[in-house]
């Protein structure tokens, strides 16, 4: 019994053997190809369990997933011979596996290096178009489609689909930035003293507007101001020329008083006059009439 069992036990696990090695397994995110004698024999393999003949085929999964391709920067020259730095990603995906084999050997290190050499050169070809500002400032998703759309026909050849190219930093060299930025601030000084002129400018023909409209203002203030005083004085003077054509007498007598009080209003008032003076007529006469006696030197 025992030396049956020993003889079933290695049948046993030759067969086991030989099942495990005819069965595999493709993941979800894969795709593979079985090769017989190194010739390809079935391709594109969905996710799930296959099977194979040992020792006669052979399996290779691929990747279909998202794909990176990250190169290091690159130099190129612009429309006017300025050197600028490039860093750009490509997004790329397996979709013919059989085609993708046959052109890299399934190798994607050599499905990248054949990516960026085309890249490379669809870059070179639209930067050599376009001048330095519109490299730096202008459109680059325009740019990048149309570097996408030349390497299309490549990627169909390398059994690939491009997903998508895109530039995450345009720079300048070193040497080519500082020059950039000293036009780039000249050019900024400049246009900040011509905005300053214009400014100057205007505000001095606003001072010279409102100092003219401010003399004509006040020379008509000055203008109406005298016109009502020259009214009211002669209004005045009527007044005056009637209440005195009214009592002569009493307007004489006012106004002497009037002059008496604004004669002697402050303290040590000297008037030199002489005696027989007409401003002291109300002194000996209140009535007025009498005429002061003169007096002998």
């Keep these: 019994m025992n030396t049956l069992i020993q003889r079933l036990i290695v049948p046993l696990v030759v067969v086991l053997v030989l099942g495990y090695m005819s069965m595999f397994k493709v993941e979800q995110w894969e795709r593979a190809i079985v090769f017989q004698f190194r010739e390809v024999h079935r391709t594109d393999l969905q996710p799930g369990l296959h099977f194979m003949i040992p020792f006669m085929n052979t399996v290779q999964k691929f990747d279909t997933r998202l794909l990176n391709m990250n190169e290091e920067p690159q130099r190129f020259l612009t429309g006017e011979k300025k050197d600028v730095i490039v860093d750009y990603f490509v997004k790329w995906r397996i979709r013919n596996l059989e085609r993708f084999y046959t052109a890299t050997r399934g190798d994607l290190a050599q499905a990248n290096q054949v990516l960026a050499r085309n890249i490379n ?3 070179r070809d639209e930067f050599s178009e376009r001048p330095l500002q519109e490299v730096v400032a202008g ?3 325009m740019v990048m489609d149309l570097v996408e759309n030349k390497v299309t026909k490549i990627a169909e050849q ?3 689909v491009i997903e998508d190219v895109r530039t995450m930093k345009i720079d300048l060299p070193e040497n080519v930035s500082v020059s950039v930025y000293q036009r780039m601030r000249a050019e900024r000084e400049r246009v900040a003293r011509d905005f300053r002129a214009r400014g100057n400018e205007a505000a001095e023909r606003i001072r ?3 100092d003219r409209e401010r003399e004509v203002i006040v020379a008509n203030a000055f203008r109406k101001a005298e016109t009502i005083r020259g009214e009211g004085d002669a209004e005045a003077t009527g007044i005056y020329a009637e209440a005195y054509n009214k009592d002569r007498e009493f307007y004489d007598f006012y106004r002497s ?3 008496y009080l604004n004669g002697f209003n ?3 008032s000297i008037l030199l006059l002489r ?3 007409e401003f002291f007529k109300y ?3 209140p009535s007025g009439i009498k005429p002061v006696p003169r007096y002998e030197r």
Excluded: V
């Design 257 to 259: 008083t009037t002059a």
């Design 208 to 210: 010279a507007n409102a």
């Design 275 to 277: 005696p027989d003076s």
């Design 139 to 141: 459109d680059r998703g």
């Design 158 to 160: 390398l059994g690939i």
């Design 283 to 285: 002194f000996s006469d």
């Design 266 to 268: 402050a303290e040590n």
């Design 121 to 123: 050169s669809a870059l």
